[in-house]
T-cell receptor
């Protein structure tokens, strides 16, 4: 099993550009989530999904969209990048909504100029 | 609202035991999780407590008291490689969702 994979590992955007961060898991997990982590800080939940076709907002959803068309994939879209979105983005999955044992991808380091 | 409190830094010597505390405030609660993160790496899952009591996994143990909204991570026989950040997290269901909220993290420094 590859676990949770994320692409790309690094990305530089200009203000106003859009892009999609990819996330996939091969563990048949119900629950998937996106976090951002700013330097020296904890993880903040952006969006999450409890199953295919179901998504919900986290703590900091503004400027981001998600969709969950399959169990395996959970892409994160930045609609119009801003310097405040410079961060490290982690995708994670856990078996179901009630079991908070999350497995994290390696992260995407995003810089917005 | 939802919040988790944990110390920002802890320093201990190799071979010692260290305890990292976490207090939480949520409107709904499934359980308390702990994660380890080395600099430049991704968080990795350490332990999960849904019920009161102690869970042991090798050198690491985790404790939960739901009545006190309190838990801790206990690291025994500390090794240099244990130098990392440790995060507690809760899955909050109070608003009808299933949001995992993380603490700000405790930076553990292990000295020789």
């Amino acid at each position: 099993n590859a676990g949770v994979t994320q692409t790309p590992k690094f990305q530089v955007l200009k203000t106003g550009q859009s892009m999609t961060l990819q996330c996939a898991q091969d563990m048949n997990h119900e629950y998937m989530s996106w976090y951002r982590q700013d330097p020296g800080m904890g993880l903040r939940l952006i969006h999450y999904s409890v199953g295919a076709g179901i998504t919900d907002q986290g703590e900091v959803p503004n400027g981001y969209n998600v969709s969950r068309s399959t169990t395996e994939d959970f892409p994160l879209r930045l609609l119009s990048a801003a310097p405040s979105q410079t961060s490290v983005y982690f995708c994670a999955s856990s078996p179901d909504r009630s079991t908070d044992t999350q497995y994290f991808g390696p992260g995407t380091r995003l810089t917005v100029l | 609202g939802q919040s988790l409190e944990q110390p920002s830094e802890v320093t201990a010597v190799e071979g010692a035991i260290v305890q990292i505390n976490c207090t939480y405030q949520t409107s709904g609660f499934y359980g308390l999780s702990w994660y380890q993160q080395h600099d430049g790496g991704a968080p990795t899952f350490l332990s999960y407590n849904a019920l009161d009591g102690l869970e042991e996994t090798g050198r690491f143990s985790s404790f939960l008291s739901r009545s006190d909204s309190y838990g801790y991570l206990l690291l025994q026989e500390l090794q240099m490689k244990d130098s990392a950040s440790y995060f507690c997290a809760v899955r909050d269901t109070g608003t009808g969702g299933f949001k995992t909220i993380f603490g700000a993290g405790t930076r553990l420094f292990v000295k020789a």
